[in-house]
């Protein structure tokens, strides 16, 4: 793995694809989680990202870029969730957006983020 302004460059994906990321393991999550990566295919490079975007696999991101590493600083200040690879993990850094849930009184409420956090990656370690 090449190691550039805190990216990994691969040519091989990290995180195994089809894995329910509630069954990975705590060390893989600590590892990746939120951790944007570049992959090398023999088309180019595609930049990906395991954050809870999709069940199963890392989510890929700027896809259409010619040079998705020249990007990455923009998108690592869009996304502050987001963390270099040698940044410390952090579990209240998971991304989430704003969810809303139906109260007990049947009225609409939007969720806190702590509480999206837990609904939605409970299986991340502290």
Known sequence: MKLVN???ILKW???CQNTDNSERDQAELREWWNVPYIVEHESGQAAYVLNGGAWDRSLCILISSENPLEEMPGYMKENA????YDAPYRRENAYTNKMHSVNEAGEMVELSESEVLEMMCGYLPE
């Open 81 to 84: 969730w987001a963390r270099a």
């Open 13 to 15: 994906h990290p995180i």
């Open 6 to 8: 805190g990216t990994p």
